[in-house]
Nanobody
Framework: QVQLVESGGELVQPGGSLRLSCAASRMTFEHYDMSWYRQAPGKERELVAAISAIKGITNYKDSVKGRFTISRDNAKNTLYLQMNTLQPEDTAVYYC???????????WGQGTQVTVSS
């Protein structure tokens, strides 16, 4: 079964930085569009950043542009999210997502908690 395992979430002070990782296994990683979602308490899960399989094209939620960077290392089957200048409103569980268009399937990791607080 496809497995996605996030890591790197922790408590950090406002203005600090974290790097999240998503390790993929039992899948042809380079074929998948990858993305990071997050869900804060009482809020809907939202797309934070995405990177395409074909050309590595990225896009971001407006509120994280200039602060977050999504990247992938296909040789290591790993997705990353570099998060800088973190704010309390970034506090959420962050989830790794992998998806194909043909066939249309997607997979989720278990999530990693990011808490931004003084």
């Amino acid at each position: 079964q496809v497995q996605l395992v996030e890591s790197g979430g922790e408590l950090v002070q406002p203005g600090g930085s974290l790097r999240l990782s998503c390790a993929a296994s039992r899948m042809t990683f380079e074929h998948y569009d990858m993305s990071w979602y997050r869900q804060a308490p009482g809020k809907e899960r939202e797309l934070v950043a995405a990177i395409s399989a074909i050309k590595g094209i990225t896009n971001y939620k407006d509120s994280v542009k200039g602060r977050f960077t999504i990247s992938r290392d296909n040789a290591k089957n790993t997705l990353y999210l570099q998060m800088n200048t973190l704010q309390p409103e970034d506090t959420a569980v962050y989830y790794c997502n992998a998806r194909l268009e043909f066939p249309q399937v997607q997979y989720w990791g278990q999530g990693t908690q990011v808490t931004v607080s003084s």
